[in-house]
């Protein structure tokens, strides 16, 4: 299968400061990436949804403000966690997809803890 | 707002059993089901399924679409402990392009030998 790369895989950083997440597809060109967000022992809750070169549509709850998405190029998105609180501790994971007709491959996630 | 049910949310079985999953979809502009295996990390794709009726198989494991139900059942066959894992269906759609990929809460497998 594909494969999607995302870093870091593990971040701590203290209360308020910012924290970015890279998700690049390797050896594909991804039309659409996903950026999910897991809480222990639950499935993966859709955060927000990016189209290469438009912006991120955002899933009810979100806070566009507060999550950044930005899909710069056809093998690269990043979600960055501005102002981050403790409880934005989770796993972050991301994936991607060439088409609308294809299977979505996932990153390893990103363990976020704010301290 | 789209729905997606998976049950059982867990089961529990012994080596060699058979195994149903059960995947219920309401989503606008239905484009696709995804299956996906997700063991410790970064979900694994199983099967992508887009047209009713029409089984997919991989080994003990296989898969079927019922678009005019809104479902879709994933079935293990002589399960094995490297079975247990959370298995996880996507059905792929949305209000505007039809990219969103939403997953229910899972079902979480364990087989004990």
């Known amino acids: 299968g594909a494969v999607v790369s995302q870093h870091p895989s593990r971040v701590i950083c203290k209360s308020g400061t910012s924290v970015k997440i890279e998700c690049r597809s390797l050896?594909?060109?991804?039309?659409?990436m996903f950026w999910y967000r897991q809480f222990p022992k639950k499935s993966l809750m859709l955060m927000a949804t990016s189209n290469e070169g438009s912006k991120a549509t955002y899933e009810q709850g979100v806070e566009k403000d507060k999550f950044l998405i930005n899909h710069a190029s056809l093998t690269l998105s990043t979600l960055t966690v501005t102002s981050a609180h403790p409880e934005d501790s989770s796993f972050y994971i991301c994936?991607?997809?060439?088409?609308?007709?294809?299977?979505?491959?996932f990153g390893q996630g990103t363990r976020l803890t704010v301290v | 707002e789209d729905k997606v049910v998976q049950s059982p949310l867990s089961l529990v079985v012994h080596e060699g059993d058979t195994v149903t999953l059960n995947c219920s979809y309401e989503v606008t502009n239905f484009r696709s089901l995804l299956w996906y295996k997700q063991e410790k990390k970064a979900p694994t794709f199983l099967f992508m399924l887009?047209?009713?009726?029409i089984e997919k198989k991989s080994g003990r494991l296989s898969s079927i679409l019922d678009k005019k139900e809104l479902f879709s059942i994933l079935n293990i066959t002589a399960t094995q402990t490297g079975d247990s894992a959370i298995y996880l269906c996507a059905p792929s759609g949305g209000e505007t392009s039809g990219s969103r990929l939403t997953f229910g809460e899972g079902t979480q497998l364990t087989v004990n030998p």
């Open positions: 994936s991607a997809r060439r088409t609308l007709n294809t299977e979505a491959f």
């Open positions: 887009t047209s009713s009726g």
């Open positions: 050896d594909f060109q991804a039309t659409t």
